[in-house]
Each structure stands twice: as structure tokens, then as C-alpha cells.
């Protein structure tokens, strides 16, 4: 394994002292995928902070709760009172509902976030700093059926072996147990059996390299064994959102149609829609193809921190109804275990990761950093079993260990704080003409709706908005045969489609009409603005379809039409025309899809000049013509107001919503007021 510690990076830390020194090395070990997955590992360093009345407390700064290793700062770190905390480890017992108050009773900042459920054992372990890891070479050595002799057989006595206890309190008191019987002053490491690693020192840095080294330790037993290194497998991190190429591989020819229909069975199951991504990898699909895939992948998670993401066992095969009964029976067998005092919430019994001979490996979740993660995690969890196979046989924790964290008293109190989630969290928006104007405003307005956001265009993406799920792909809707490519990598990428927005458009030539005959240029140019306007549509609603009619939502559709249909305007034939020609298209798709549950709506807009139709130039040109100066011309409605892009796309991403359920084949103005459509 790689050290990657820098001294002259650390150096540009060292002014922020003991927070500085532990926020280097956090983020050096939660930037090895190889250590560390989303959520998992926690980190600690032991000084002294100053109280109001200027006195120096013992202060323990552990991780906080949210904050990623990979990327956490200063202020992720909740500075606790350190010898309180320690005394807790001395108490009976305390459920973990009641440790996190008291943890939070302890906070020298009641502003810091919530220290991890860790934190007692970072106090109790009698070193300055502390790194705890979920190794993948660590959980290859302990999820075997003898774990515990791999490890002792490895290190020796040189690590303290603790058998595997539910985090929280009772892992803590178990933890202080296990060190005062088997440490001694050699002691380098601590290992948690199908849990993870602590090293520790009197320095960060020591504490690092005593990871490394062990780490690497363990690679080379496994690598004896005939199993490569984690460390030299790559990084197979999957980006929380894109917003570039068409996905990370060729989509599978014939496939999506069926993708789209497990999608809304799982959305189903879920009660809510959810999105699917394609996993493509070669480790991935060699995986799913064996033979023995079934029993070995369902013998649960490589550590039960990865429960939550991607439940105690994956889909195998494409049975939506047998993995529901089977969730059902888990629950139902193991919640009786509870004291009946105790109502537990069942989690929704929908899969959070597929694994199909033929699809391959997809991940499933309510937003796309959810799939993200849990495909992240299972690339690892693959390799973890694989190399325990490897060694002998993998072997998870037991059904009930593994309840037990899935329904942890804490994950049940995070459930019960939850809020209600955007309007449109779990959709798939796919908008054409999604770099400029309308089309970017409505895939704005959309993505801020909670929707996944699929954007076509022929230009390049604009920079994406931070916290959005986007995917871009540049295709000309004139082509039929790119737009079915986008389709299909919207499809790879988010499971499906539950909205169209048409919005690609141009305004074509400024001319009379006789002017439009015997001028090649203009005839040209006639036929180019019927192209995009209308046949780019068509095209996007045709290859669309198939898979639209899977939406677990209901499909929407919208079409950007324009005030021209109603009252068109002098010189402006071949625009007003096409758009007309696009209003009678989304009529026919109206009447023709409605037994799909799909809705078909257009919005008639005018006067949106922050829009790539429109220019200084031309506004004056134009304002010129009806006497009137720019800024008259600009709110030349009933209502004397402007209108903008972002204007149409809070109406356009209302019309995708539930407010427009009941609604289909509807013309929507929004012009200001218009007295010649009034």
C-alpha cells in the first residue's frame, strides 16, 4: 500500500495545531477507497483546548457525524470533554439514544456536529491520535470462517483481536475489555472482526504509517494466497453526479426497455420512484456471472456500517416480487426479537442493488448519489469476497447482527427526523435544448425540484449547478439516431425517463413570405427551423416512448411552443408555422398516450429575452417596427412585466409536477397577458 503522507502538505496544516495535524491525515486515509467507503471510518486526535475562563480542558476531537474523511474540515471535528467521556465506558449500560445525548452533554461547542458513536473508544484508547478504518484487505482476512486465526496468524500478538460487537456503547465497553486483557506495550493496531481497523500513536504520522504498514501486511498475505492488491485494482470511486459524457460505457443493445421496467417494479416496492444506474466493470460482470453467485453474494455485506446503503443482500436475477416477500420474512422473523415496547418502522423492502448474468450490476435509490454509493461500495464489497472465497470461504455476520444495525435505534430515530423530500426526487428529466435559455432554466428548475436531470443539446454542458444529479449528452435532435444514443445513456445512467421537455429550438429566418420562394438561402434556412423545431421533437417523443410508458410516476411531457401559435407574427413565417405544426404534434400525443398515463402539455410563451433567439439587435430591430424603444418592446404585455427563462422553467417544472396530474392536452400562455390571445 502506498504512503502518501507529505510532509511539506502537512506542514501547511501544522498552523492550525492538533485540528490541523488530524484533519491531514483524515483526509489522507478517507481518500484511499481502499480504507475507507462513503460513511465509513472515524478519526480522532487528544490535546488541550481553553475554556471561557481561560483554563485548559482535556479535549477529545473525534470525526462528526455527515462529514466525509476524504474531504472534512477543522470544524467537522466535535471537540468533547475528554475525561466525561471516558467515564461514560465505566456506566452498566446506557442505551445509544441516551450515549448520544450524554456525547452531545460533552461538547465543548454546541454548535460542533454530533461526535461518532465511536467516540468512547477513541477516549479510552490511551494514545494521542487515532485513524479507524474499514479496510477491504482487513475484511478479507475476518469475514472467513476462521477470521480470528488469519489475524492472530498474521500479526501476533502485535494487534488486540476484538470479536464482533454492534457499534455503539456495547462496543465500547467491550473494546476496554479486550485491551486491558491482550495489550501490552508493543501493541500496534486494534482489529475489529467484519468490522475494521484502529491504529493509533502519539502522532498522527505514526499512526498513518502503522495503517499503511499493516495494511500492506495484510495485502501480501492475501497476494500469497493468489489475490491482487487492493491497492493496485484502481480507483473505482463513481462520481455523486455527472454532468459530461454519455455514460461509462456503451449502453447494451436491447436492454433498456427492460431496465425501465425493473426500475418502476422496484420504484413499487419502494412506494416512491427510485433511480437505477448501470455499474460497468469488468470485476462487476465477472461477478454476476458466476455460477455461484446467488449464495455467495447473499451471505450479506462485507461490514454491517454497509447495510444502510445497500441492504443486508442484493437482487440476484430480475424477481422484484420474490425479493420483497423474502425482505418481509427478515423483518418480520427478526423484529420479533425486540422488546414490543420498541415499534420498529420496516424500511421499505425494495433492493438497493441488482446483480443480473445478463444486465449486470445496477444500483438502486431515491437520488443519484444514493445509487453512486451503494455502486461504489459493492465494486469493494465484490473484491472483499472474492478474496475471501479466495482464503477459503466468505462469511458475513449473522442474520440477526445484521438486523440489528439495519434497525438500529439511531437509524430509526434518523428515519422518524426525516422531511419530506423534493417534488420530484426519484424522477428522470430528460430536456432538450438544455444548454441555453429555456431549456437550461427549465433543467435548473427541475433538478431543483429533486429531479434527475438529462440534458441534450448540440453545444457543450454549462457548469452544473452544485447538489444536482446531471448528465449531458451532445446530440442534434435532427438526428434520430443520437437522440435514441442519449436515450439509452439516460437510461444507463439514471434506469429511465419520467419527463420530457422539448425546448431545443430556433427562430428561423426574419422574412415575408413571398421573400421565402426563389431564395435558396431562406429555403434553407425554412427547412432548418422545421427540423429542430419540429422534426427534433418528434424524434426525441418517438424514441422516448418505450420507455416514458415505464415511468412509475405517470410520464409528463412538455412542449415549448410559443405565442405565435395563437397570434403569430409579420416576418416571422417559418417560426410561427413550425411551432404550430409542434402544438398539433403534442394534441396527437396527448390523444395517443393517455392510455400510457401520460400527460401531454404545452406552454406558449413570448417575450423571453434573456434567450438565445433573441439578441440587442434584434430586440431594437423588432421594437423599431412597433414604435416602441427596447425597453418598451421588452414588456409589451397586458401586465408591463418581463418575462425570463427562469420564469418559464418554474412554470415548465410545476407542469411536471403533481399539481398537473389530472391535466393533459392543455395550451398554457405565459406572456404577460397578450390582447391579441386575451
Known amino acids: 500500500m502506498l504512503n502518501r503522507w507529505d510532509d511539506a502538505e502537512a506542514a501547511r496544516w501544522a498552523d492550525l495545531g492538533d485540528l490541523g495535524e488530524i484533519t491531514y491525515g483524515s483526509r489522507l486515509v478517507g481518500a484511499d477507497p481502499a480504507l475507507v467507503l462513503h460513511g465509513g471510518g472515524n478519526t480522532s486526535i487528544k490535546g488541550h483546548s481553553t475554556d471561557a475562563w481561560g483554563e485548559p480542558v482535556p479535549t477529545l476531537w473525534v470525526k462528526g457525524s455527515g462529514w466525509d474523511l476524504a474531504t472534512i474540515e477543522p470544524p467537522g471535528f466535535a471537540p468533547l470533554r475528554l475525561e466525561p467521556v471516558r467515564r461514560l465506558a465505566q456506566l452498566a449500560e446506557l442505551t445509544d439514544t441516551e450515549m448520544v445525548n450524554q456525547l452531545r452533554i460533552g461538547l465543548l461547542d454546541a454548535s460542533a456536529p454530533n461526535p461518532s ?231 421499505d423492502p425494495a433492493p438497493r442493488v441488482v446483480l443480473d448474468p445478463h444486465l449486470g450490476l445496477w ?38 447482527d445484521l438486523f440489528d444495525v439495519e434497525y438500529w435505534e439511531l437509524e430509526q430515530a434518523k428515519l422518524a427526523r426525516a422531511g419530506t423530500p423534493a417534488a420530484l426526487t426519484g424522477q428522470v428529466a430528460l430536456v432538450t435544448g438544455a444548454s441555453s435559455g429555456i431549456g437550461r432554466a427549465a433543467a435548473d428548475a427541475l433538478a431543483a425540484a429533486g429531479a434527475a436531470v438529462v440534458g441534450i443539446d448540440v453545444a457543450e454542458a454549462p457548469p452544473r449547478t452544485s447538489g444536482t444529479a446531471r448528465h449531458h449528452a451532445v446530440a442534434d435532435v435532427t438526428d434520430s439516431g443520437a437522440v435514441s444514443a442519449a436515450i439509452a445513456g439516460a437510461v444507463e445512467r439514471f434506469g429511465g425517463i419520467d419527463i420530457i421537455v422539448a425546448a431545443a429550438g430556433i427562430f428561423g429566418p426574419s422574412a415575408r413570405l413571398e421573400d421565402l420562394v426563389g431564395d435558396a438561402g431562406l429555403g434553407t434556412a ?117 418575462l425570463s427563462s427562469a420564469d418559464v422553467g418554474a412554470l415548465i417544472a410545476q407542469m411536471c409536477g403533481p399539481a398537473f396530474a389530472h391535466t393533459t392536452g392543455a395550451q398554457i400562455p405565459q406572456d404577460g397577458g397578450s390582447d391579441r390571445v386575451v
Open 117 to 347: 458513536v465511536e467516540a468512547i473508544l477513541h477516549a479510552l484508547l490511551p494514545h494521542r491520535a487515532v485513524l479507524h478504518s474499514h479496510a477491504d484487505a482487513v475484511l478479507a482476512l475476518t469475514n472467513t470462517a476462521d477470521g480470528d486465526a488469519k489475524v492472530r496468524e498474521l500479526w501476533g500478538d502485535r494487534v488486540v483481536v476484538v470479536p464482533y460487537v454492534m457499534p455503539g456503547f456495547d462496543l465500547a465497553q467491550r473494546c476496554a475489555d479486550e485491551w486491558r486483557a491482550q495489550a501490552h506495550d508493543r501493541t500496534e493496531a486494534m482489529v475489529l472482526l467484519n468490522h475494521g481497523i484502529f491504529t493509533f500513536g502519539e502522532t498522527t504520522r505514526q499512526a498513518y504509517d502503522s495503517m499503511v504498514d499493516l495494511i500492506s501486511e495484510a495485502e501480501q498475505c492475501l497476494a500469497e494466497a493468489g489475490v491482487p492488491s487492493f491497492s493496485e485494482t484502481g480507483d473505482d470511486s463513481l462520481p455523486e453526479e455527472l454532468w459530461g459524457s454519455a455514460g461509462s460505457a456503451a449502453p447494451r443493445e436491447g436492454e433498456h426497455e427492460s431496465i425501465a421496467g425493473l426500475r418502476a417494479a422496484i420504484s413499487v416496492a419502494a412506494g416512491a420512484p427510485m433511480l437505477l444506474r448501470a455499474v460497468r466493470h469488468e470485476r462487476a460482470d465477472a461477478f454476476c456471472a458466476r455460477d455461484d453467485v446467488a449464495p455467495v453474494a447473499c451471505r450479506g455485506p462485507a461490514t454491517p456500517d454497509h447495510i444502510i446503503r445497500t441492504k443486508q443482500f442484493p437482487m440476484v436475477g430480475r424477481d422484484v416480487d420474490a425479493f420483497v416477500e423474502d425482505y418481509r420474512a427478515y423483518f418480520e422473523r427478526n423484529s420479533a426479537r425486540h422488546d414490543s415496547d420498541a415499534t420498529l418502522t420496516m424500511l
Open 363 to 400: 444500483t438502486a435509490g431515491r437520488r443519484a448519489v444514493d445509487c453512486d454509493i451503494a455502486a461504489d461500495i459493492y465494486l469493494h464489497t465484490i473484491d472483499v469476497i472474492c478474496a475471501a472465497e479466495a482464503l477459503g470461504g466468505y462469511v458475513a455476520l449473522s442474520e440477526a
Open 526 to 642: 425554412w427547412q432548418q427551423t422545421f427540423d429542430i423545431n419540429l422534426s427534433g421533437a418528434a424524434n426525441t417523443l418517438s424514441a422516448a416512448h418505450r420507455v416514458l410508458r415505464h415511468s412509475p410516476t405517470g410520464g409528463r411531457v412538455v412542449i415549448v411552443g410559443s405565442k405565435n401559435v395563437p397570434a403569430p407574427g409579420r416576418g416571422a413565417a417559418a417560426y410561427s408555422a413550425s411551432k404550430a405544426a409542434l402544438t398539433q404534434l403534442a394534441r396527437v400525443a396527448a390523444l395517443e398516450w393517455a392510455g400510457d398515463g401520460i400527460t401531454v402539455n404545452v406552454v406558449h410563451p413570448d417575450g423571453v429575452f434573456d434567450t438565445g433567439l433573441w439578441s440587442d439587435e434584434l430586440i431594437a430591430e423588432r421594437a423599431a417596427a412597433y414604435g416602441l424603444t427596447s425597453e418598451q418592446y421588452r414588456k409589451r404585455n397586458l401586465l408591463g412585466r418581463e
